[in-house]
């Protein structure tokens, strides 16, 4: 069975520029070896940068030796549920593209937390 998302329907990809995802697939799939629960799709801002960056996850900086290039605002990341429950929580959750975001993210937040903070289009 394909992975579904918040909405209920097939994942889709979050982001291939840069690759993200647990498994570096694009997605925000997951399994059990996933202690992460990159779950989350979001389309990162600065204030969320900086308030990662403050508590210990620096997706800022560049790290070749992971093939990683570090974020800038508004690239699209696979998110722990956690790290965005506590963006949440201190009001600066990256808004979520609900397509993209793995069904298992609601054992941790609700539809409702999601969609009030989903990814706007510039007419909304």
Avoid at 31 to 48: K, N
Avoid at 61 to 78: N, V
Wanted: proline fraction near 6%; include cysteine.
């Amino acid at each position: 069975m394909d992975a579904m998302n918040v909405l209920g329907t097939e994942l889709v990809p979050c982001s291939y520029d840069p690759l993200t995802g647990y498994f570096r697939d694009g997605c925000c799939n997951t399994d059990a070896s996933d202690q992460g629960s990159h779950l989350v799709c979001v389309r990162v801002t600065s204030a969320f940068l900086a308030f990662s960056k403050a508590r210990g996850n620096d997706l800022v900086t560049p790290r070749p030796d992971h093939r990683f290039a570090g974020l800038k605002s508004g690239d699209r990341w696979c998110l722990c549920v956690n790290r965005w429950r506590e963006a949440l929580l201190a009001g600066i959750a990256p808004p979520v593209v609900l397509e993209a975001t793995h069904s298992a993210a609601l054992s941790s937040v609700t539809l409702e937390q999601l969609s009030e903070n989903r990814v706007r289009s510039p007419a909304t």
